[in-house]
């Protein structure tokens, strides 16, 4: 197998979506008990947006409209 470095190398060369594609496949791979601990200040927002959320303040944008937007800005940078 190919040490770190060589991986890296070689990924970063790969087009933009193809990198994307591959950070979510990689942190599909990452199991849910592995994930680091939030900090309270993460908690804190959290809270904050579900209230915000919860008490009618703010509206939603769907997961495939912010994602395509993202990608979509990130491609007009190429």
């Not at 791979?29 to 680091?36: F, G, I, K, Q």
């Not at 939030?38 to 919860?54: G, K, P, T, V, Y």
């Amino acid at each position: 197998m190919a040490n770190y470095q060589t991986l890296l190398a070689d990924a970063s060369r790969l087009p933009l979506d193809a990198r994307i594609q591959l950070i979510d496949a990689l942190w599909e791979t990452v199991p849910e008990e592995a994930m680091p601990a939030l900090s309270s200040e993460w908690l804190a927002e959290i809270e904050r947006r579900s209230s915000e959320f919860d008490e009618g303040k703010v509206a939603t944008i769907p997961w495939q409209q912010v994602r395509a937007q993202a990608l979509g800005r990130l491609k007009g940078k190429q």
